[in-house]
């Protein structure tokens, strides 16, 4: 089992930035990849940000050149700051870890971390 716990998260103003921060603990050996995921009321869960234990990182269209992932998988942390923060990047984000054992793919959550961006 994975742990992931959040934070950072809260009420910012349109332009501002948070920067959420995510640790894993447990069994964390063959983490393949973490990633931040966000899902807005009513919407479905999106992927917004993942980082490789290789440093390859993608994003959603929307939200890149203002947000950014960082971290180090094999220290077991992973960020994402958000900067240019816009009232529709109002969400629950998600940490998410991809273990791969005899290459199948286990996903864990962590219990989310709200964000509110106010117009």
């Known amino acids: 089992q994975v742990q992931l716990v959040e934070s950072g998260g809260g009420l910012v103003q349109a332009g501002g930035s948070l920067r959420l921060s995510c640790a894993a603990s447990g069994s964390i050996d063959s983490l393949n990849a973490m990633a931040w995921y966000r899902q807005a009321p009513g919407k479905q869960r999106e992927l917004v940000a993942r980082i490789t234990s290789g440093g390859i990182t993608n994003y959603a269209d929307s939200v890149k050149g203002r947000f950014t992932i960082s971290g180090d998988i094999p220290k077991n942390t992973v960020y994402l700051q958000m900067n240019s923060l816009k009232p529709e990047d109002t969400a629950v984000y998600y940490c998410?870890?991809?273990?791969?054992?005899?290459?199948?793919?286990?996903?864990?959550w962590g219990q989310g971390t709200q964000v509110t961006v106010s117009s």
């Open positions: 998410n870890a991809d273990k791969v054992v005899r290459n199948v793919h286990y996903p864990y």
